[in-house]
């Protein structure tokens, strides 16, 4: 019996590329300058001039001294952060939707980015009365919106508000629900 092919998840987490490209960045250019004065020191047969206060300070330095042994384990804590990060997955990007029930389970997968769900919750609350216009931030567990209105007393909208978008995020299957807060302005503040 063959199975399904099925393919790669959709709820897949940050590549975390931004960090991983201004980490390799430091390192290269570490590498570079130690190669440009070891390259020096091989060619010429002396360290380069700068290195000189540097040198002398170190000079009297054993391998057992305090500062050398602190420096060793600054840089092995450095370099465990960064084989925890280079191993560890980033947060996740998609927040998955339930299934339909007319799909066999297993099947299909569903998620909308959170930017795309913002997008959504904005729409949604830029189509009610009274509302000017709307900000939604959303995470993995939260959705914070800002609602700018004309009205002069807001009353119960921020209430309102909220139980409309937990009516919308149940109409799309989002699971697990985000924890939803409304602050409302008004355009006089």
């Known amino acids: 019996m063959s199975h399904p092919s099925t393919s790669q998840s959709l709820h897949r987490r940050s590549s975390r590329s931004l960090p991983a490209t201004l980490t390799a960045l430091v390192l290269l250019a570490v590498s570079v300058a130690g190669a440009w004065i070891g390259i020096t020191r091989i060619t010429t047969g002396s360290w380069p001039g700068f290195l ?18 602190a420096a060793a384990i600054i840089l092995s804590a450095l370099g465990l952060i960064l084989l925890l990060a280079g ?20 099947t299909s997968e569903a998620v909308v980015t959170h ?54 995020m149940q109409e799309l299957g989002v699971t697990p629900q985000p924890v939803i807060t409304v602050r409302v302005r008004t355009t006089n503040d």
Do not use: F
């Not at 057992?64 to 042994?69: C, F, K, L, M």
């Not at 191993?87 to 297993?106: D, F």
């Open 87 to 106: 191993i560890l997955p980033g947060q996740r990007g998609t927040i998955r939707l339930v299934e339909p029930e007319n799909r066999r389970a297993g």
């Open 115 to 168: 930017r795309g769900l913002s997008r959504i919750a904005a729409a949604h609350i830029d189509r009610t009365d009274g509302v000017d216009r709307s900000s939604v931030s959303t995470t993995a567990t939260r959705m914070d919106v800002e609602v700018r209105t004309p009205l002069h007393d807001a009353g119960d909208l921020a209430d309102r508000l909220k139980a409309s978008l937990g009516t919308k």
């Open 52 to 69: 000189g206060a540097a040198r002398e300070g170190l000079a009297p330095l054993a391998w057992n001294s305090p500062q050398v042994v």
